[in-house]
């Protein structure tokens, strides 16, 4: 399968795709977060980057030979911890490019098949999304998968149905034990030996 992954992070759509046992032969990512990249790079070096997606006319990509589209827009825009700016925030506003790159792989594959992710929103502004793309977003909790609660709207052309609940707790994903290295550096641990020596000092000298 050949895969094109918008706003691709550190290439967790890639880990998915595997982990579901869908052999890739080529996968196509756009990302500017150069720390998500990094990490991307790391795990799959053959994955082909392009960048900017607000620059994706200029990919050198055979559009008719995309099998999936996937993405997982910005949410900033839309997320209720916000400012509630929707599509007037330039992040959000990237979801439009979405719609753009697919209806441009349409015109080469009509049977490509898409997947967008976002957070929980509006109405007003979820509708907007599903009268574009043409289908209705199914909400899905990671807290059957997982131990975080995590609500999120999923649109794509093909049936997709609610995943058993794995009853996962928080206390079935903790460490038991782990060195106070795993929290912070041992740099850190040395300036805040030093912090607090100093701060005892100045205690000593006032009182």
């Known amino acids: 399968m050949m895969i094109l992954s918008l706003f691709d992070g550190m290439s967790c759509g890639r880990v998915a795709i595997e982990r579901a046992g869908i052999p890739v032969t080529a996968y196509y990512a756009s990302e500017i977060d150069k720390f998500a990249t990094i990490i991307s790079h790391n795990n799959y070096p053959d994955i082909v980057r392009l960048g900017d997606v607000t620059r994706w006319r200029t990919w050198d990509i055979e559009w008719q030979k995309i099998d999936l589209l996937i993405a997982g827009s910005p949410c900033q825009g839309f997320s209720f911890a916000g400012k509630q ?14 719609v753009d790159i697919l209806n441009h792989i349409r015109k080469h594959n009509p049977n490509v098949k898409f997947l967008l992710e976002n957070v929980r929103m509006k109405n007003i502004h979820k509708d907007v999304i599903s009268s574009l793309l043409k289908v209705d977003p199914i909400m899905i909790n990671s807290a ?64």
């Open 85 to 98: 700016l929707a599509f007037d925030d330039p992040r959000s506003a990237l979801f439009f490019v979405f």
């Open 144 to 207: 059957l998968l997982s131990a975080q609660d995590r609500k999120r709207l999923y649109w794509c052309n093909w049936s997709v149905t609610q995943p058993e609940d794995k009853n996962i707790l928080l206390n079935d994903v903790l460490l038991p034990v782990f060195s106070d290295d795993y929290l912070c550096s041992p740099g850190w641990h040395h300036w805040w030996e030093k912090k607090t020596v100093s701060t005892a000092k100045e205690i000593l000298i006032n009182l």
